[in-house]
């Protein structure tokens, strides 16, 4: 695959939901964990298992002081959308079997296997943040509950430290920290989970995708 698109992907995948995304994208054995620990990673677990479809808005903090903002979309198993508001102008869908990332300024796209990305640890029918993450620490409080996560995904290794809130489990933020120490942080809002989805927001245009290619040759 293209190192050029790799990085695209990584940039901006693997710091958005993703990253969620990337919520769940971790590769290696979870570390020793306290009862208290796995109790309360099993009644995350637990509430992610509950949430078949999920919108809202999100705003994006980026290490350099930038921020943007936009819409969510997911539909469990497979599907999720992150629509960018202006002046962004960036579009990604994920439909089941792949990742399109799209610059809706000049129209191209790129398109990446979902089961080659972070994605398929979010978007599967059951999730399970002790077993398929290395958690290195749990913190409850009053009114969060904060997880870090050693991410190590083909593309990008880092912490991962998602916040959730205290009472219904709710995911309320979360933060990729890379190698290099720069944080983009996501905070998500206005979430209603469980209601009916419109399939068409999960589309990708492969055809235009072809065509791309094609224009490139």
Not at 55 to 71: A, E, L
Not at 86 to 111: E, F, H, M
Not at 113 to 142: A, C, H, M, W, Y
Not at 197 to 208: E, G, V
Request: with cysteine; net charge neutral; proline share 4%.
């Amino acid at each position: 695959m293209p190192t050029r698109f790799a990085s695209r992907l990584a940039e901006h995948i693997g710091r958005l939901f993703l990253a969620a995304c990337l919520v769940l994208a971790c590769l290696l054995p979870a570390h020793a964990l306290t009862q208290q620990e796995q109790k309360t990673l099993k009644e995350l677990s637990s509430f992610f298992n509950s949430v078949k479809t999920m919108h809202g808005d999100f705003i994006q903090f980026g290490p350099d002081g930038s921020q943007s903002d936009g819409k969510f979309y997911m539909a469990r198993p497979g599907k999720v959308r992150f629509y960018y508001n202006k002046p962004s102008v960036l579009d990604i869908v994920a439909d089941g079997k792949s990742v399109s990332v799209r610059d809706r300024k000049l129209n191209t796209q790129d398109i990446w296997p979902l089961g080659q990305t972070p994605l398929r640890f979010l978007l599967s029918d059951t999730i399970d943040l002790e077993k398929d993450t290395n958690v290195t620490n749990v913190l409850v409080e009053k009114d969060l509950i904060t997880v870090t996560i050693f991410d190590k995904t083909r593309f990008n290794s880092g912490t991962l430290t998602l916040i959730f809130d205290t009472d219904n489990f709710a995911l309320k933020q979360w933060t990729v920290t890379d190698q290099q120490g720069y944080d983009t942080s996501v905070a998500v809002y206005n979430v209603v989970s469980n209601a009916p989805t419109n399939p068409d927001l999960f589309k990708i245009d492969y055809l235009a995708n072809a065509n791309q290619r094609k224009g490139r040759n």
